[in-house]
């Protein structure tokens, strides 16, 4: 590897032995942003100056757009030039109709792939014969309350007292005799059975 000579040092730099680098960079930032500023003002100043005669009209502004120079949007594609609608002339309405059309074109009314609320998720495909691990064990979670509640009842019938099951008989026989009328006989047919 070749050494490469020493730089020579600005005699601007030797005057000033107690500035940092951060101070230095900083001026030199700052002298370089002013010598770009004088540069550039003269450029942006004459702008049809710099330009051949042909391209001096061609960078006069062009007048705004209203709605009376937009072509009809029955006649617009998707290749038709947008940009004139977006005048500030142009009418919001007008506006808005022309983009409308744009982007309900075939062209551009695509469906990302990747965008997670694109799709339908309100009808869902059968899932035939499968059973999932969550499906088997709400079946199982179901099974073991309806097994807790037969019994519960079970337990709930023995701890009845047997006054309380006498009470039904009562209620029971009660009920036949009302079925019965006022001379105790059942109706003809049900004495047979019993």
């Known amino acids: 590897m070749r050494e490469q000579p020493p730089k ?3 005699e601007e730099e030797r005057s000033r032995p107690d500035e940092s680098f951060l101070q230095r960079f900083h001026r030199r930032k700052q002298e370089a942003r002013r010598t770009e500023g004088d540069e550039a003002a003269p450029a942006m100043a004459m ?12 960078a006069a502004p062009a007048p705004e757009l209203t709605d009376a120079d937009m072509p009809p949007l029955e006649s617009l594609t998707v290749d038709s030039d947008y940009s004139g609608f977006l005048s500030s002339k142009v009418s919001e309405s007008l506006r808005r109709a022309a983009l409308r059309k744009l982007f309900h074109s075939s062209e551009l009314n ?14 869902f495909t059968a ?5 999932t691990a969550e499906m088997r064990h709400r079946i199982e979670v179901e099974a073991r309350k309806q097994a807790e509640a037969v ?21 029971a026989a009660a009920a036949q005799a009302e079925f019965a009328g006022e001379d105790g006989e059942l109706p003809t047919g049900e004495s047979e059975r019993t």
């Open 8 to 10: 020579p040092v600005d």
């Open 47 to 58: 702008p049809s100056e710099r330009l051949p005669a042909g391209e001096a009209s061609l």
């Open 110 to 123: 695509v469906i990302d792939g990747l965008d997670d609320y694109a799709e339908d998720f309100t009808s």
């Open 127 to 131: 899932l035939g014969d499968l059973v």
């Open 151 to 171: 019994k519960q009842a079970l337990l709930d019938d023995q701890e009845t007292p047997a006054e309380d099951r006498s009470g039904d008989a009562e209620a």
